[in-house]
């Protein structure tokens, strides 16, 4: 049972010292293995849709009043290529026209 107890504690160690030694290897190994988990989740449970709303979201436009660059889906749209970031740049293009 002593020899047995002792083989297990040298294995363990060894085990031990190898994982310390290739750390960062292992932990590639595991960040590559998530990685492919999560493009393996995203492949079967993602809707294309949800992809084309997430990259039109995304999209920036330049605001017609000051020409700050805005998120379209936070922008104010005031005809089909017309974007202004907040309702005082609408005032002050409106005012100047």
Avoid: H
Wanted: proline share 1%; aromatic share 10%; charged share 25%.
């Amino acid at each position: 049972m002593r020899e047995a107890a002792f083989i297990l504690f040298v294995l363990f160690l060894l085990f031990g010292l190898t994982a310390l030694r290739y750390r960062k290897q292992i932990a590639g190994i595991l960040a590559l293995g998530r990685a492919l988990k999560e493009m393996k989740g995203n492949s079967q449970g993602g809707q294309p849709g949800e992809q084309i709303k997430d990259q039109a979201s995304r999209e920036l436009r330049s605001c017609a009043g000051c020409g700050t660059w805005i998120d379209t889906s936070a922008a104010i749209r005031f005809d089909r290529n017309t974007f202004y970031c907040s309702k005082e740049c609408v005032q002050r293009s409106m005012a100047s026209a």
